[in-house]
Structures are given as structure tokens and as C-alpha cells.
């Protein structure tokens, strides 16, 4: 079932957001300051691409420099990522197919507002004791 979820998603919504987040990344990399963040896009993209079964946990350490990064990256980048998913969401939202897809589209916009300190693992990887900030149905 997530085979069949990853290629609907990737024709209707995953490969434009995906595109969209690897410009990022292009961008944030042309300074070296800008690398990390970059780095970040470039995570995000692939994880756009092919979402279902896989999941984001929070990472334990964080702390000032997490939410520095996170600031950085909202007002860098953030904001348009976060506009580019609502914009899909709404747009998948239309049809009764496509409302599970515009949902995920609204689960993926938290994410482009706030990623740094997030990890993207398989769903079945999961420990019981993860703590999960974003699931994606299998």
C-alpha cells in the first residue's frame, strides 16, 4: 500500500514540492555558511519525494543552536516551502482521491517551517520509545 502512496503522491504533489526544496538547497549552498542549511533541503527533498513509510522523530540533543538554525531557516526559506505545501494541500484537497494526499501536504507544511532537530527514520525502525513528530500512514 505505501508503494502504491509514494507513486500517486510523487505524480501529484511530491516531485513539484521536491523540486521546490532542492532549489532551496541549491541556493542556501552557494555560501558555506548557508551549507547546513542546504544539507537540510536536500533531506527534506527526498523525504517530499517518497513520504509514506517513514516517519520524523524528534532528536534528543538541541538546545540554542537548533532554534537558531530553525529561525534562520523559516525566514530564509521557510515560510515559502510552508506556502508551496498549503498551496498543495488546498489543490488536493479538490477531489475526494486526493484528499488523503492534501492532508499529508498539510502534515509536511509543519515540517517546512521547523525541521532542524527532526531526523527522517523507516517506519519500522521505530524504537517504543521514540518520539514521533510527524507520521506518515504505511
Known amino acids: 500500500m505505501k508503494t502504491l502512496g509514494n507513486i500517486l503522491w510523487f505524480v501529484f504533489a511530491g516531485l513539484w514540492l521536491a523540486l521546490g526544496y532542492a532549489l532551496a538547497g541549491l541556493v542556501l549552498c552557494i555560501t558555506i555558511i548557508g551549507i ?3 544539507v537540510q533541503a536536500f533531506k527534506l527533498a527526498a523525504f517530499t519525494l517518497w513520504p509514506f513509510g517513514k516517519t520524523v522523530v524528534a532528536s534528543p540533543e538541541g538546545g540554542c543552536l537548533e532554534v537558531g538554525a530553525n529561525v534562520v531557516w523559516l ?4 515560510w515559502e ?3 508551496a505545501h498549503l498551496a498543495a494541500g488546498v489543490l488536493l484537497c479538490i ?3 486526493g484528499f488523503p494526499f492534501g492532508i499529508q501536504a498539510f502534515k509536511l507544511s509543519a515540517l517546512s517551517l521547523w525541521p532542524f532537530g527532526r531526523s527522517i527514520v523507516p517506519i519500522d525502525s521505530l524504537s517504543p520509545d521514540a518520539v514521533v513528530t510527524h507520521s ?3
Open 136 to 138: 506518515v500512514p504505511t
Open 81 to 83: 516551502l510552508f506556502l
Open 36 to 38: 547546513p542549511f542546504g
Open 95 to 97: 477531489t475526494i482521491i
Open 75 to 78: 525566514v530564509l526559506v521557510g
